[in-house]
DNA sequence: TTAAAAATATACCAATCGGTATATTATAAA
DNA sequence: TTTATAATATACCGATTGGTATATTTTTAA
């Protein structure tokens, strides 16, 4: 890695976390220059525009998302297991790196999809590729018998995905984490009837 | 009404899709006297400022989908039928006057809840009523031995908020209408099991 | 160690941001 | 119809927005 890749880097985790909490709309110019320390030069020396820096971030926020699920997800051999990793991990933000303003494909989807068709596509490309990792989890499950053959995988893949998003919901909106646990009880329900 | 006060609910009705849509940070005053056809002058003689506006458009936003639902729910006297109707609603967003950016109530709370405290509360009470009636159709449900006793109405209304939002993400992410009716088919499995 | 190249900082740009004081126009009660 | 008052428009404010041309510093390979 040379000057320019460190740097770029460096600005890229500096910001993630600012555009997951406050948005494409909301985080400035000045907001990088503030939490990186450097200068507008610096940053325009190395990312051609916002949008750039913005897209960058979303793809790093992602990766850290992802790299969290599989790490975990490697210690269990059952596909039921694995599957409840993800309830391990979005219902532990403080355990898990899902760091600041919570899952970045939720945030960017709901801001992005008027707006920002760069940012929408990204976010809808990665959760087409969530919901085949989990269709092929399922099937695999069902090869060995571990899960009943009447499961409809894109079905199941694509319901889980929208409890685990919608229960993010209910909790940042309600603030009550009685509210988020009763909803990770019906996605456990949902993935113990597999 | 007099003069002030209709203007003042022109102003919301012109600002309060594009509030949905853009976001708060996303939303200019400009956007605004572009849409109504008034100037600054004219808007801040009826709003202090842009938050007085973002909140009074949040609510008549949020009001448009409450009227909507209890205008079907009341044509339906079975208590699983009334829920079927926020099915029937959240899914047919050109049927219905969710219009346009979908869910305020999503929308306000993936953007508002780390940045603007006030529209994070209000989306926050208007989730927790929400909840609070869709409990009492459950009770009633039960009450009149439609739905099982062993139904649990708090558990059973949170999933239910969690599935449709989490539908609104899906299919705002893919834009795949298939992902969207999967998921709307498990909201119908689980509204049948009760 | 040096010199060319790459990376960063400085200083600036026009445009837009949210907001306001004041002038003008429209309303509404007498 | 008049007149006081309320509502809207005009013209402006300083601050901040995203972005750039250029000067300066730091890398990096010879």
């Not at 068709?117 to 490309?125: D, F, K, M, Q, V």
């Amino acid at each position: 890695m040379n000057k320019a890749e460190r740097t770029r880097q460096f600005i890229i985790e500096k910001a993630a976390p600012i555009f997951n909490t406050k948005g494409y709309a909301g985080t400035s110019l000045s907001d990088m220059t503030e939490s990186t320390g450097l200068t507008k030069g610096s940053i325009y020396g190395n990312f051609a525009d916002k949008d750039e820096v913005a897209l960058a971030c979303f793809e790093y926020n992602h990766k850290m998302v992802r790299e969290a699920i599989s790490n975990e997800m490697a210690q269990f051999p059952s596909y039921r297991d694995k599957l409840l990793v993800y309830v391990e991990v979005y219902s532990n933000p403080r355990k898990y790196p899902l760091q600041h303003g919570g899952c970045p494909l939720l945030n960017t989807t709901i801001e992005a999809d008027d707006t920002h068709p760069r940012l929408r596509a990204l976010a809808g490309e990665a959760v087409v590729k969530w919901k085949e990792r989990l269709v092929d989890l399922i099937e695999a499950g069902k090869a060995i018998k571990e899960f009943k053959k009447t499961t409809d995988p894109a079905r199941t893949a694509i319901t889980m995905i929208a409890l685990l998003e919608g229960m993010i919901f209910v909790s940042r909106a309600t603030g009550d984490p009685a509210n988020g646990k009763a909803v990770i009880e019906s996605i456990r329900n949902l993935i113990h009837e597999l």
